[in-house]
């Protein structure tokens, strides 16, 4: 099936993808009374929390997603990340946050029903043959700014920036989603969060070493990953846990010193993960020839490894990059794949496509998800108090970890999803360088919002 390349442009031939695999092997669901309002189309997302459908209201027409959220698995009554999201979502309106229309409870289950977005930057990224161009790329960083910078003026931590979560529409709309483990923060008030949160990839590395008083600043790190995987089509840390992401962060990065981030030695891990040499940052080395200055400039901004040294979301948008051509394009420039695809379309496309290589590659993201994968681990360049090996770190870590952290509640849950990603890397360019009202029924939501 050919692929309707962007709203403007039509010449890629090259852009013709396979017929979009969403209602196939889908198992028919009864929506009850529901089922006379919305016509289920088919799965596009599988999360933690439950199936996501897409759906057409028989009335209107419109298309919407049901995030249906999963109860068998609950003992303690509704799950605490659904009221979150419901508590959170209702209360924002902005372009670049998803819109929760409503919730419906059907025969006990409840469904979330969101505006329907036809991709993910996770799908899009893993797409075959689509690929963002420099004003694409910049236009999409400044929406997921522009997501957080309201999040952040609301006083909301989304804590799970990632690929997945940044749903797309065919207009070129990127919208912040899946709040299951955001909360409210207040600024200057010094709570304890959990720090087993944010998937792997993205998270930084204060959560990694223990910290549990933090703020916008773990969102502006993820954004600052996201930029590099929209530039260089690749995460730039892909750790299998939580030792091996702390090194990948290193390895780029540097390792940490008090000169450059003071209460690093403070934080509740440093010790137990230790360096064992200091190693000088390799940032401009590895990206310089694939980002314009200006870029290569943000990029280390964001992924400041002292978190009080990255700039917020809002000062994030006022940096040159943003006025340096090529300028960001308008998002209905965007290019535009025909059909749906999502994270989920992407690996039904590769399971398919890969049978029983990618069945063990998704026995290892489930592995990386639990945080528990041994096999595949780098030998450890951090030292462990008194020189353990690398899987007896872990363990420790883990140790450490369970004691310290305030709940590990958010940790699994929001765990790694090592997506499989293009590894192309385009060059950078020198030319271009130069140049609502929601219903909510029955539920009280006054205790949506846990201490953590
Ligand atoms: N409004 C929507 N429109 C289209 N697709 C959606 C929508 N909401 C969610 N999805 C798809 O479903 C997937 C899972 O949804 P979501 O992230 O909200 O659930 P989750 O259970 O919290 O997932 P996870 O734990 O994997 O992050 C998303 O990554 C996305 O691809
Ligand atoms: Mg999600």
Request: glycine share 8%; hydrophobic share 35%; charged share 25%.
């Amino acid at each position: 099936m050919a692929v309707e390349v962007g709203a403007k442009e039509t010449t890629a031939e090259a852009r013709r993808v396979p017929p979009t695999p969403v209602s196939a092997s889908v198992p028919q669901i009864d929506l009850g009374s529901g089922s006379q309002l919305y016509e289920r189309l088919g799965q596009v997302g599988e999360g933690t929390y439950g199936k996501v459908y897409k759906a057409r209201n028989r009335e209107t027409g419109q298309l919407v997603a049901l995030k249906r959220i999963r109860m068998e698995t609950e003992r303690d009554g509704f799950p605490i990340t659904a009221m979150r999201e419901m508590k959170l979502l209702q209360s924002m309106c902005h372009e670049n946050v998803l819109k929760l229309y409503e919730v419906m409870i059907l025969k006990g289950s409840v469904y979330l029903v969101f505006e329907y977005m036809d991709y993910d930057l996770a799908g899009v990224l893993a797409h075959p043959k689509l690929q963002y161009d420099e004003s694409h790329a910049k236009c999409l960083l400044r929406q997921l700014l522009e997501g957080l910078r309201y999040l952040h003026k609301k006083g909301v931590l989304h804590r799970d920036i990632k690929g997945s979560n940044l749903l797309l529409n065919k207009c070129g709309d990127l919208k912040l989603a899946d709040f299951g483990l955001a909360r409210l923060h207040r600024r200057g008030r010094n709570a304890d969060y959990t720090n087993r949160v944010i998937t792997l990839w993205y998270r930084p590395p204060e959560l990694l070493l223990g910290e549990t008083k933090y703020g916008p600043e773990v969102d502006v790190w993820g954004a600052g990953c996201i930029m590099l995987e929209l530039l260089t089509g690749k995460a730039p840390f892909q750790g299998q846990d939580e030792i091996s992401q702390l090194e990948q962060v290193y390895n780029t990065l540097g390792t940490p010193d008090t000169e450059r981030w003071p209460g690093v030695v403070d934080l509740p891990w440093y010790h137990l993960v230790r360096p064992k040499e200091a190693r000088p940052s390799a940032f401009r080395e590895r990206y310089a020839s694939l980002l314009s200055p200006a870029a290569l400039e943000l990029a280390e901004q964001l992924l400041s490894m002292n978190p009080a040294g990255r700039p917020s979301a809002e000062e994030a948008l006022e940096h040159r990059y943003f006025s340096e051509k090529p300028l960001a394009c308008s998002p209905a420039s965007l290019p535009c794949i025909e059909g749906d695809w999502h994270e989920f379309e992407s690996k039904q496309r590769n399971k398919r496509r890969h049978g029983a290589a990618s069945t063990t590659n998704n026995a290892e993201a489930r592995a990386v998800r639990a945080g528990t994968t041994a096999s595949g681990r780098p030998s450890g360049s951090l030292s462990v108090e008194s020189s353990q090996t690398s899987t007896a770190a872990k363990r420790s870590y883990d140790e450490v970890a369970a004691g310290l952290s305030p709940t590990t509640a958010g940790g699994d849950a929001s765990a790694a999803s090592p997506e499989a990603k293009r590894t192309a890397v385009r060059p950078y360019d020198a030319s271009h360088g130069n140049t609502q009202a929601i219903s909510v029924t029955m539920l009280d939501s006054s205790t949506a919002v846990d201490p953590h």
